[in-house]
């Protein structure tokens, strides 16, 4: 409750003042207008609402309690005849002020505490998830370098009476393990830093084909399975922040070669209605009831049924995903495919009014290798 309490003392700042001063003569103008028709006890009802209205978006009980004793003054004042005179003597006035008053006071509070309960129970979910991320990571991290410090030691221990290509051998283990561990960090950093922004982000225009290959680029630095794309023939321009959705492509992609086993990714983008709709199917094992009630957890330990591995957790990258497409007003979601694999299909919106496609013959051909084989829709 300590927590609770933390959130029902805070003092109001001078912005909660000036709404509640607003809120007030809001109140005030709308209850003469009323008045007009009838004998006020619409106006009362106006009051009650104002008092609602302060308590629920201001800090603390201080300005639901003003509210409630000014309200109820200017009931008195400029809704109860006489008007325009304080007048607590007329019969059965004082108990009706007081009543009303005390209502007032306990919807406030109520009001106020219900605000800070869901505040608190935010609260208490966010670290819920930093502390599901924590274990994931110190999972994942101590792996890699588990791996990377035996192999440099087996190196500095028994170089002598190794070969060069068994120490050519471990050196790539380093290398490949100390990729993953760079790719990790590139997640948890993801994670973290929008959260700090409180879900933004600056989109831009991006070409959508030149972000898919440049994801499929650096995916093809560390994994030599194909990938096949199928995209528009003319080129899609969607609002996004290019690094992260590239980050999305890569981790799936990823994900589908260690988790799914995949020996054949394929990559299709289209148009549907205001979404971009980007496909990422494979050819491996799909995903298991028991993985996908948790897929985009974050904090999940993935095992290798048949070898024992658990060395790689899928949590950290797919949940890393999902926030980003999240953000960007989009959804990301997984599904078995009929004929095995698994297919992960995520939406971006695009701004509508306008024509986001783009004559390819306008784009200069940069050449280079080609690395993946390409379908284009007419």
Same mark, same amino acid.
């Given at each position: 409750?300590?927590?609770?309490?933390?959130?029902?003392?805070?003092?109001?700042?001078?912005?909660?003042?000036?709404?509640?001063?607003?809120?007030?003569?809001?109140?005030?103008?709308?209850?003469?207008?009323?008045?007009?028709?009838?004998? !006020?006890?619409?106006?009362?009802?106006?009051?009650?609402?104002?008092?609602?209205?302060?308590?629920?978006?201001?800090? !603390?009980?201080?300005? !639901?309690?003003?509210?409630?004793?000014?309200?109820?003054?200017?009931?008195?004042?400029?809704?109860?005849?006489?008007?325009?005179?304080?007048?607590?003597?007329?019969?059965?006035?004082?108990?009706?002020?007081?009543?009303?008053?005390?209502?007032?006071?306990?919807?406030?509070?109520?009001?106020?505490?219900?605000?800070?309960?869901?505040?608190?129970?935010?609260?208490?979910?966010?670290?819920?998830?930093?502390?599901?991320?924590?274990?994931?990571?110190?999972?994942?991290?101590?792996?890699?370098?588990?791996?990377?410090?035996?192999?440099?030691?087996?190196?500095?221990?028994?170089?002598?009476?190794?070969?060069?290509?068994?120490?050519?051998?471990?050196?790539?283990?380093?290398?490949?393990?100390?990729?993953?561990?760079?790719?990790?960090?590139?997640?948890?950093?993801?994670?973290?830093?929008?959260?700090?922004?409180?879900?933004?982000?600056?989109?831009?225009?991006?070409?959508?084909?030149?972000?898919?290959?440049?994801?499929?680029?650096?995916?093809?630095?560390?994994?030599?399975?194909?990938?096949?794309?199928?995209?528009?023939?003319?080129?899609?321009?969607?609002?996004?922040?290019?690094?992260?959705?590239?980050?999305?492509?890569?981790?799936?992609?990823?994900?589908?070669?260690?988790?799914?086993?995949?020996?054949?990714?394929?990559?299709?983008?289209?148009?549907?209605?205001? @979404?971009?709709?980007?496909?990422?199917?494979? @050819?491996?094992?799909?995903?298991?009831?028991?993985?996908?009630?948790?897929?985009?957890?974050?904090?999940?330990?993935?095992?290798?049924?048949?070898?024992?591995?658990?060395?790689?957790?899928?949590?950290?990258?797919?949940?890393?995903?999902?926030?980003?497409?999240?953000?960007?007003?989009?959804?990301?979601?997984?599904?078995?495919?009929?004929?095995?694999?698994?297919?992960?299909?995520?939406?971006?919106?695009?701004?509508?009014?306008?024509?986001?496609?783009?004559?390819?013959?306008?784009?200069?051909?940069?050449?280079?290798?080609?690395?993946?084989?390409?379908?284009?829709?007419?």
């Amino acid at each position: 409750m300590s927590g609770l309490k933390k959130y029902l003392t805070v003092m109001p700042d001078f912005r909660d003042y000036i709404f509640t001063a607003a809120v007030l003569i809001f109140g005030v103008g709308i209850g003469l207008l009323l008045r007009r028709f009838d004998d !006020g006890c619409n106006s009362r009802m106006i009051y009650f609402l104002c008092v609602v209205l302060v308590a629920r978006f201001t800090k !603390g009980y201080v300005c !639901g309690f003003i509210s409630s004793v000014v309200g109820m003054l200017a009931v008195n004042f400029l809704f109860t005849y006489p008007y325009y005179e304080f007048n607590f003597s007329l019969a059965g006035y004082p108990v009706t002020f007081a009543v009303m008053l005390s209502v007032s006071l306990i919807i406030g509070m109520l009001t106020t505490r219900l605000k800070a309960k869901n505040l608190f129970q935010a609260d208490i979910e966010r670290e819920k998830i930093s502390g599901n991320l924590l274990r994931a990571v110190s999972h994942d991290i101590r792996t890699p370098l588990t791996s990377i410090t035996g192999a440099a030691s087996a190196i500095i221990d028994n170089g002598s009476s190794l070969d060069e290509e068994q120490i050519m051998s471990l050196v790539c283990d380093i290398k490949d393990e100390a990729n993953r561990l760079i790719h990790m960090v590139e997640n948890i950093l993801t994670v973290t830093k929008i959260g700090e922004k409180t879900g933004t982000i600056c989109k831009s225009l991006e070409a959508a084909e030149e972000i898919i290959g440049e994801a499929v680029r650096k995916f093809r630095k560390t994994r030599s399975v194909p990938v096949e794309i199928d995209i528009p023939g003319d080129l899609m321009l969607i609002p996004m922040d290019p690094t992260l959705i590239e980050q999305v492509l890569v981790n799936i992609m990823e994900n589908s070669v260690i988790h799914g086993k995949a020996t054949m990714i394929s990559l299709s983008l289209e148009q549907q209605g205001d @979404n971009a709709v980007f496909k990422i199917s494979d @050819n491996g094992k799909g995903i298991s009831d028991k993985v996908k009630k948790k897929l985009f957890e974050g904090y999940f330990i993935h095992a290798d049924e048949s070898s024992g591995d658990t060395k790689m957790n899928m949590g950290i990258g797919l949940s890393a995903c999902r926030t980003i497409i999240s953000v960007h007003g989009g959804e990301l979601t997984a599904r078995n495919r009929p004929g095995g694999g698994a297919e992960f299909v995520f939406t971006l919106p695009m701004e509508q009014d306008k024509n986001y496609f783009m004559d390819t013959d306008l784009i200069a051909d940069e050449g280079g290798e080609d690395l993946w084989n390409t379908k284009t829709r007419s």
